[in-house]
């Protein structure tokens, strides 16, 4: 037992490492990496608020950062770029260089730990942003996801094509109403997540497709329509 939160003490110091933070409330921490199958009858013992507040946290310093980064840039390429920059995919790239999925805590069954889907790291480490800011303060997790995201930032030579924001912009000059998805199915396993999107745009022809996200079955059913078109 002693061994065991030897090691639990031993993978919190590595962690916070990586992302140069110490928290002075560790149960912010917790919260950000307990998923709500870990305390099913707590919903508040998990990192869903956390979640919601991260996102909003993150979306302001992403904004800012591509705002100044790229001030000659129209108000069309920042969204492209910061669409790309705080998507699911990215949440998903940078949380695995942590090492968010050594962290996150849910439940058992028969014994073996729930596998930590992508969609649990991308969840998490907003949560976890969300958690540092209460933390700190908005100039200290500034710093943080500005290290974090320096590399993904960096990467961006041009705005990113985005096929969702394409296809509202052929919808719109063609007089037509917006695309409309629907969220068809989800399935889980102990392996990964699946999405299957159906995406509609008026007197046109329907498209389904699939993806580890919502956000990534929606773009590759917009892609699919862009084909058609």
Known sequence: MRNEEENNKSSIRNFLSKINYKFKNHNYLDLAITHSSFNEKKNYTNYERLEFL????????????????????????????????????????????????LMIKTSREYGYKIKVTESMLADSLEALIGAIFLDSDFIM?????????????????????????????????????????TLLEKKINKKLENFIVELKIEKLKQTKANGLTKQEAETNAAKE????L
Request: aromatic residues 8%.
């Open 141 to 181: 997790v500034k710093d943080i996801v500005q290290k974090l995201w320096k590399e993904v930032i960096n990467e961006q030579a041009t705005p990113p094509d985005n096929p969702k924001s394409y296809l509202q912009e052929w919808c719109l000059k063609k007089k037509k109403n917006l695309p409309n998805y």
């Open 225 to 228: 329509m862009i084909l058609k």
């Open 54 to 101: 991260g996102d909003r946290v993150l979306g302001l310093v992403i904004a800012e950062l591509v705002f100044k980064k790229h001030y000659k840039e129209k108000e069309g390429e920042l969204s492209k770029r910061f669409s790309d920059l705080v998507s699911k995919k990215t949440l998903i790239k940078i949380a695995k260089r942590i090492d968010l999925e």
